[in-house]
């Protein structure tokens, strides 16, 4: 079993930034790909990216491509995911996701564990 914990959420004004990070206990994850999802208040679950196993491919939604980042340290079983320009419409709570395979996809059902979430609130 693996365990996702999902930490760094917070407060932040539009333009501000935040980094989240996902770390894994239970076992290693560096083999597998990762993903970060969000979802906003009465809305679906959405894709934010995904990492490869070794950190060497990243995807990104559309909506986040050139203000968020994700990265991982394999050795602190830990993903990243850097949050900039941040804009009120990506308040939601944010969650990270481990994939059974090397590299991940852009639907949840592409991923098999899940974190708690954390949330994130941009105010204008």
């Known amino acids: 079993q693996v365990q996702l914990v999902d930490s760094g959420g917070g407060l932040v004004q539009a333009g501000g930034s935040l980094r989240l990070s996902c770390t894994a206990s239970g076992r290693t994850v560096r083999n597998r790909a990762m993903g970060w999802f969000r979802q906003a208040p009465g809305k679906e679950r959405e894709f934010v990216g995904t990492i490869s196993w070794n950190g060497a491919s990243t995807y990104y939604a559309d909506s986040v491509k050139g203000r968020f980042t994700i990265s991982r340290d394999n050795a602190k079983n830990t993903v990243y995911l850097q949050l900039n320009s941040l804009k009120p419409e990506d308040t939601a709570v944010y969650y990270c996701?481990?994939?059974?395979?090397?590299?991940?996809?852009?639907?949840?059902?592409?991923?098999?564990?899940w974190g708690q979430g954390t949330q994130v609130t941009v105010s204008s």
């Open positions: 996701a481990l994939a059974p395979s090397y590299y991940g996809g852009n639907h949840d059902r592409d991923y098999d564990y």
